[in-house]
């Protein structure tokens, strides 16, 4: 399929300021080097404010496609480097918005599979010191894929991501995020993926009716 541009971690810090009150999270992300330890609900290194919203083993591992940052450096007029979306994978080669629920990567000595997309909250705004970037996520339909682990390992810049198996629903991230965020006649179709984590299918399930 590609590869991994770079890897990236941070921890949890002030980003800005929420209705009056401090803002803290760990979207703010820098590449690292050498092999990173991939485990439990984690890469070494990497952290989440709010456990209830983020992380978890339905949103272990976030990857986003470096060539999503570059059309996004056009479109803001400004530099959009490697982990500025929070992901902790920066990926060549490879459509995360475009993989489909349930299909598995190896990637270095980890398997990773695709589970659900990015749903933006207001940090996303913080981040890029712009409320409307939610809005304008949401439409760009580019959200980039969270992946559960399914095998614990190591990965690194430079390893390749390496399809193993994709399932034949064809649900795929971007159409599960545009049905969530831009147009509930998606939902129903979204119900064909079996691999969607419980909550979210239960969530989509209940929208739908």
């Known amino acids: 399929?590609?590869?991994?541009v770079s890897v990236n971690v941070g921890r949890p810090t002030a980003i800005g300021t929420w209705r009056g009150r401090p803002a803290v999270s760990a979207i703010v992300k820098a590449p690292v080097t050498g092999p990173?330890?991939?485990?439990?609900?984690?890469?070494?290194g990497d952290d989440q404010a709010d456990r209830r919203v983020h992380g978890g083993p339905d949103k272990a591992v976030y990857a986003?496609?470096?060539e999503d940052e570059d059309w996004w450096a056009d479109e803001l007029g400004a530099a959009v480097p490697s982990g500025a979306f929070g992901e902790n994978?920066?990926?060549?080669g490879v459509?995360?918005?475009?993989?489909?629920?349930?299909?598995?990567?190896?990637?270095?000595?980890?398997?990773?599979?695709?589970?659900?997309?990015?749903v933006p909250c207001f940090k996303l705004g913080l981040?890029?010191?712009?409320?409307?970037?939610?809005?304008?996520?949401?439409?760009a339909s580019r959200p980039g894929a969270y992946l559960r682990i399914v095998e614990e390992g190591e990965l690194a810049a430079g390893d390749a991501v390496e399809l193993l198996d994709r399932p034949g629903h064809g649900v795929t991230i971007r159409l599960v995020a545009d049905a969530m965020?831009?147009?509930?006649?998606?939902?129903a179709r979204a119900l064909d993926a079996p691999q969607l984590p419980d909550d979210l299918r239960d969530w989509i399930a209940e929208r739908a009716e």
């Open 1 to 4: 399929m590609g590869e991994l």
């Open 36 to 44: 990173v330890r991939v485990a439990g609900v984690n890469l070494a």
């Open 64 to 66: 986003y496609a470096r």
């Open 89 to 92: 994978l920066t990926t060549s």
């Open 95 to 118: 459509d995360c918005s475009n993989a489909v629920i349930g299909e598995r990567w190896r990637v270095g000595s980890t398997l990773l599979e695709v589970c659900q997309p990015r």
């Open 127 to 139: 981040r890029f010191g712009d409320p409307g970037m939610l809005k304008r996520f949401a439409q």
């Open 181 to 187: 965020l831009l147009d509930e006649r998606l939902l």
